[in-house]
């Protein structure tokens, strides 16, 4: 009895094998880092939704100004730690000038609320100043902008492709799981974006987990009252 139940179960392990194997299987290897991404505003592979937003001198500027360039929108808050430290020592430091070399354009999105953390373009400026952020940033008080992309934090990367559409959305890089004093360790996820896209490669992961400050935000209106007889 229990050399039959051995042998059931070793065709069972087999049968199952095979069919992982077996071409066209969709069995993969998890990312224990990466859970499953959540439902996304905006899908990689769906054209990217146009905007109209001010930057800092006053100017209103179309995403649709920039069609048939590669786009990366980054959100943007002066004041949140995650922002200052990837701008000063990690992976957005100096990456803007870099790929502009290379024609991509790249816009900081501010959806922070009046009188919240970041707000102001008195702040933005003085940050883009002394960070050395020669590209534009663009203020979206309302947030409007930011929800309908579903930026969740700052920062929070979409890179879109020359057609207009999304080709990855997330994390800058892996820094929010590297371990301390492993500098070398970190993954630069939007570099190595934009680098395939330069040569012609495919976008093999099209989402990563983004961390940060969570997005400032206007809080939602306050309900009204019913009306009284």
């Not at 209103?60 to 730690?81: H, Q, Y």
């Not at 929070?156 to 301390?180: E, M, N, P, T």
């Amino acid at each position: 009895m229990n050399r039959q139940k051995v042998v059931c179960t070793s065709i069972a392990a087999a049968i199952l094998l095979a069919a992982l194997l077996a071409p066209g299987s969709t069995a993969q290897e998890s990312d224990p880092k990466e859970p499953p991404a959540p439902k996304l505003a905006v899908k990689p592979g769906e054209p990217a939704p146009e905007f109209a937003l001010p930057d800092h001198e006053g100017k209103v500027l179309k995403l649709s100004d920039f069609k048939g360039k590669v786009v990366v929108l980054e959100w943007f808050n002066p004041e949140c730690p995650f922002v200052t430290r990837s701008h000063t020592e990690g992976s957005l430091k100096g990456l803007a000038a870099r790929w502009h070399k290379q024609g991509v354009v790249w816009l900081a999105i501010n959806s922070g609320a009046p009188g919240l953390q970041g707000h102001g373009i008195p702040k933005n400026r003085a940050a883009a100043a002394k960070w050395g952020m020669d590209h534009p940033i663009l203020f979206d008080e309302s947030g409007a902008v930011g929800r309908k992309y579903g930026a969740l934090t700052t920062p929070h990367l979409f890179v879109i492709g020359k057609d207009g559409k999304l080709v990855y959305q997330g994390a800058i890089d892996s820094a929010a799981h590297r371990r301390r004093g492993a500098v070398d360790q970190v993954e630069t996820y939007v570099e190595d974006v934009l680098t395939k896209l330069d040569q012609g490669d495919q976008i093999e992961v099209t989402y990563r987990r983004p961390y940060g400050c969570s997005v400032k935000y206007a809080p939602p209106p306050a309900p009204k009252d019913p009306p009284q007889d």
